[in-house]
């Protein structure tokens, strides 16, 4: 158990690392940040940070040296980085947990051996396959490559009129998965964070709406039935069980019907969980500064009806009025430079609960 005034190392600079730090500070708990050269938001709220590559095994040693436990904020730390971490000090979310997520056919295959549904998939290595595949599926899937995609890169949507060949191009033609594509209602997600000692707590599922595949805006409460949203929170915090994980996780969630399917596991704090700043009794950054610290996790009840929308490119322009706005929580990621696309801030507004 870290005591006050220990440092926490963060791998990552960007808005997630920011919050993680901000979190930080009002538990008498120090950030230090390590990430490669770019604009790095999280160096201005830290108490000190390493501009280095991930693979500057110097600078690596002398950033384990300099703090007391690691983590991460995203989910693409290379492994041998992870390795020379943990020669020096706990890493967490495990080594395990990161390499199982960071392939999408090895967390398919987890997610589905321990018993949770997912949607129809298979490992696909050539066109041969895909064709194979998509015959099996009858016509409509999404091949996604098996590593580094996110916000719908690395991924093609096929139906009956796609050319199998271009859908191939379109992914590289690198090792893959071939999903069935789900007529889901909605996607929705659960966060849930599991200490040392194996309590864990999860968040009330929450309602997800992207915009050319990145989110835009979450809703709670979500439009599922009290059933389904109990099963999501039960799902979530057996799979952190299952990963001996430690920190704050993400599941992203199809609803079909009566139906959850599962999507993908962030080992992170995650873009959906940002309303539980002002939304829930204790922020998912604050859970997750508390996991990897060993302390006890705090409540993660719900607070009111609650809309967060990400600030994407020029959207966050409009910082002036939204300042105006009573009851807007303003959060700029005080990046250098807006682009179309890049996530520069958000906005929570709670409501009390409808009598
Ligand atoms: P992912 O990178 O796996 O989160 O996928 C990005 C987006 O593509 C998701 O948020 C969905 O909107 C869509 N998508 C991914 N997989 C499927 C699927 N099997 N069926 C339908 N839509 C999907």
Redesign the pocket.
Known sequence: MLKPGATIGILGGGQLARMMALAAAPLGLKCHIFSPKGDNPAFDVAAAFTEADYTDEAALHAFADAVDVVTYEFENVPARTADVLAGHCPVHPNARALAITQD?LTEKSFIRDLGLPV?DFRAIDSLDDLKAGMAALGGF??L?TRRL????KG?A?IRPETVLAEAWAKVGEAPCIL??????DR?CSVIAARSANGSSAAYEICENE?RH?ILSRTILPASVSSQLGHEAMAMAEKIAAALDYVGVMTV?L?VAGDRLLV??IAPRVHNSGHWTIEGAETSQFENHIRAVAGWPLGLTRRLGRIEMNNLIGDEADRWEDLLKEPGAHLHLYGKAESRPGRKMGHVTRVWPEKA
Not at 179 to 184: D, I, Y
């Open positions: 999408r949607p899937g999404v996604k995609g996110y916000d719908g991924q949507m999903e069935a594509l789900v007529p889901f996607e992207h595949h992203e199809f999507n993908e």
